[in-house]
């Protein structure tokens, strides 16, 4: 008889473990508090719109690829990748930027702000493409259990080139002086929850991935990823139960034994046997709601200590004209980059005057909104742990956006509105479990790094084992799928394939 693995919730990381552990002979049963899987990923229809809930940016193509092909598939049996071009747009107070595709006609684009840059930026996109290839290959597939995964000759010597011990912030002053500039090189680690001068410059990695590796789009929006990723499950005989709400991992002997589930259509308790247990749901809620005290791994104190990455404020918006010259992704750097990002981690207060995301799919994507609509995807990063999430606030930042928004693009969007949902720290909560609200899990900063994030394995329960944006490697749509191999090679390891 098989031995069965139950994987709770079908996020990213869910979906990546559940197909390993598949592949490895396993019998495989995830379950998913939604009505879909996806998680965080899940899609939003209405009034003929369709909006991507959660992740919205394609880097790190080559990621994708390498999860396909670890099952014999390539990207392209499931869906289509589009490069954008630009690649994004930037809106600075005295107007936009564009950020080409074509990575000469970015060294053109620094050279124009600052002579002397683009060289600069060759030399700095060469020690980025080292990062890239050593930490994708080598860092982020540890697991964290020991700093003895580290003794690796490659890692050892090229220690100083990977720059773990100087900030972000250091590392890209060091080749440029203009502010835009700056800011154009320390934005991706907002991706990565913390501040540029608490972030390791290892992570000009993401550099690499946003310059060279390019900013795509997956026709059907990242919702694709989710539909191909569980279509490869089901192929691989997986088998997924929905509107199934996890209230307990009953644990006996240190070994967890049931689940107990409650199915949020019919109320009808449900009880689930496992030889082992992957958990895909939040980590802070498995531990203090899931799990009896005895049996946790980490303190109330431990938890109030973590530095978290930002939580959102969303707003899904569907207007019934198109916008004039805005493009699929465009970000609203038109005030204090430093002044938001204090807001954020130091003060951790609703931000006086925000930056903020906007991606416009139906630029794209004719499937995105109706004939002659646009559809709009609003986010603005905000502290964790926020309170007074009321409506009356949503609304106040709403406002704002819309009016900076229609100030930038020179024409009117308030008028134009004809679908409205806001999404935000109770939602966060209430869909996910999420601790504190956060939107992307903890903060990548060197304290937090590797074996120094919350395990992969409980320390309490044998067979229990947790994948996803809150242990390694880290917060992000890539890493989640390597999260899930992680985890699954650590099963593995431990009880062996079937």
């Given at each position: 008889?098989?031995?069965?693995?139950?994987?709770?919730?079908?996020?990213?990381a869910?979906?990546?473990?559940?197909?390993?552990?598949?592949?490895?002979?396993?019998?495989?049963?995830?379950?998913?508090?939604?009505a879909?899987?996806?998680?965080?990923?899940?899609q939003?229809?209405?009034?003929?719109?369709?909006?991507?809930?959660?992740?919205?940016?394609?880097?790190?193509?080559?990621?994708?690829?390498?999860?396909?092909?670890?099952?014999?598939?390539?990207?392209?049996?499931?869906?289509?990748?589009t490069?954008?071009?630009?690649?994004?747009?930037?809106?600075?107070?005295?107007?936009?930027?564009?950020?080409?595709?074509?990575?000469?006609?970015?060294?053109?684009?620094?050279?124009?702000?600052e002579?002397?840059?683009?060289?600069?930026?060759?030399?700095?996109?060469?020690?980025?493409?080292?990062?890239y290839?050593?930490?994708?290959?080598?860092?982020?597939?540890?697991?964290?259990?020991?700093?003895?995964?580290?003794?690796?000759?490659?890692?050892?010597?090229?220690?100083f080139?990977?720059?773990?011990?100087?900030?972000?912030?250091?590392?890209?002053?060091?080749?440029?002086?203009?502010?835009?500039?700056?800011?154009?090189?320390?934005?991706?680690?907002?991706?990565?929850?913390?501040?540029?001068?608490?972030?390791?410059?290892?992570?000009?990695?993401?550099?690499?991935?946003?310059i060279?590796?390019?900013?795509?789009?997956?026709?059907?929006?990242?919702?694709?990823?989710?539909?191909?990723?569980?279509?490869l499950?089901?192929?691989?005989?997986?088998?997924?139960?929905?509107?199934?709400?996890?209230?307990?991992?009953?644990?006996?002997?240190?070994?967890?034994?049931?689940?107990?589930?409650?199915n949020?259509?019919?109320?009808?308790?449900?009880?689930?046997?496992?030889?082992?247990v992957?958990?895909?749901?939040?980590?802070?809620?498995?531990?203090?709601?899931?799990?009896?005290?005895?049996?946790?791994?980490?303190?109330?104190?431990?938890?109030?200590?973590?530095?978290?990455?930002?939580?959102?404020?969303?707003?899904?918006?569907?207007?019934?004209?198109?916008?004039?010259?805005?493009?699929?992704?465009?970000?609203?750097?038109?005030?204090?980059?430093?002044?938001?990002?204090?807001?954020?981690?130091?003060?951790k207060?609703?931000?006086?005057?925000?930056?903020?995301?906007?991606?416009?799919?139906?630029?794209?994507?004719?499937?995105?909104?109706?004939e002659?609509?646009?559809?709009?995807?609003?986010?603005?990063?905000?502290?964790?742990?926020?309170?007074?999430?009321?409506?009356?606030?949503?609304?106040?930042?709403?406002q704002?956006?819309?009016?900076?928004?229609?100030?930038?693009?020179?024409?009117?969007?308030?008028?134009?509105?004809?679908?409205?949902?806001?999404?935000?720290?109770?939602d966060?909560?209430?869909?996910?479990?999420?601790?504190?609200?956060?939107?992307?899990?903890?903060?990548?900063?060197?304290?937090?790094?590797?074996?120094?994030?919350?395990?992969?394995?409980?320390?309490?329960?044998?067979?229990?084992?947790?994948?996803?944006?809150?242990?390694?490697?880290?917060?992000?749509?890539?890493?989640?799928?390597?999260?899930?191999?992680?985890?699954?090679?650590?099963?593995?390891?431990?009880?062996?394939?079937?």
């Amino acid at each position: 008889m098989r031995k069965k693995v139950v994987v709770i919730g079908s996020g990213f990381a869910g979906l990546s473990a559940a197909s390993f552990m598949a592949k490895a002979g396993w019998q495989v049963e995830v379950l998913e508090k939604h009505a879909t899987p996806g998680g965080r990923a899940r899609q939003l229809h209405a009034n003929g719109f369709v909006f991507d809930m959660g992740p919205s940016w394609y880097w790190m193509p080559d990621v994708f690829e390498r999860y396909f092909n670890r099952f014999g598939k390539k990207v392209s049996d499931y869906y289509k990748l589009t490069r954008l071009d630009p690649s994004y747009r930037i809106y600075w107070p005295d107007g936009p930027m564009d950020i080409p595709s074509d990575y000469k006609s970015v060294v053109s684009l620094f050279e124009s702000l600052e002579p002397g840059s683009g060289k600069r930026l060759d030399t700095f996109m060469e020690e980025a493409a080292y990062k890239y290839k050593v930490g994708i290959n080598k860092l982020v597939f540890k697991p964290g259990q020991s700093y003895t995964e580290f003794l690796d000759k490659e890692l050892i010597a090229g220690l100083f080139r990977l720059d773990v011990f100087q900030s972000m912030k250091a590392h890209v002053a060091k080749y440029f002086q203009h502010p835009k500039l700056r800011e154009l090189m320390e934005f991706p680690v907002l991706f990565l929850g913390a501040l540029p001068e608490k972030t390791p410059a290892l992570y000009s990695l993401m550099n690499y991935a946003d310059i060279k590796g390019g900013t795509w789009y997956p026709e059907g929006g990242m919702f694709s990823i989710v539909h191909a990723m569980y279509k490869l499950a089901l192929e691989l005989g997986v088998t997924f139960h929905c509107n199934e709400n996890v209230e307990e991992i009953m644990v006996n002997d240190r070994t967890a034994k049931r689940i107990k589930c409650s199915n949020t259509s019919t109320g009808e308790i449900h009880f689930w046997d496992a030889d082992v247990v992957i958990a895909g749901a939040d980590y802070h809620h498995v531990e203090t709601q899931l799990l009896d005290k005895t049996y946790r791994s980490y303190s109330d104190e431990y938890w109030e200590k973590r530095v978290m990455a930002p939580s959102c404020l969303l707003y899904y918006v569907g207007l019934n004209k198109k916008l004039e010259g805005i493009q699929h992704h465009s970000l609203f750097f038109d005030t204090s980059f430093e002044v938001h990002g204090k807001e954020i981690y130091s003060s951790k207060q609703w931000p006086t005057d925000p930056l903020f995301y906007v991606s416009a799919t139906s630029v794209t994507d004719k499937e995105a909104a109706p004939e002659g609509c646009e559809n709009l995807f609003i986010l603005i990063p905000v502290a964790t742990g926020l309170t007074h999430d009321t409506e009356a606030l949503r609304e106040h930042y709403f406002q704002m956006v819309i009016q900076r928004m229609e100030k930038h693009l020179q024409q009117s969007i308030s008028d134009s509105i004809i679908y409205k949902k806001s999404f935000a720290h109770s939602d966060f909560i209430s869909e996910y479990n999420s601790f504190k609200g956060n939107a992307y899990g903890l903060a990548n900063t060197l304290l937090q790094t590797a074996v120094l994030k919350p395990a992969c394995r409980s320390k309490k329960v044998n067979n229990l084992f947790y994948t996803g944006q809150l242990t390694v490697p880290g917060p992000g749509v890539p890493p989640s799928l390597i999260s899930g191999e992680v985890v699954a090679g650590q099963v593995i390891q431990h009880f062996g394939t079937c």
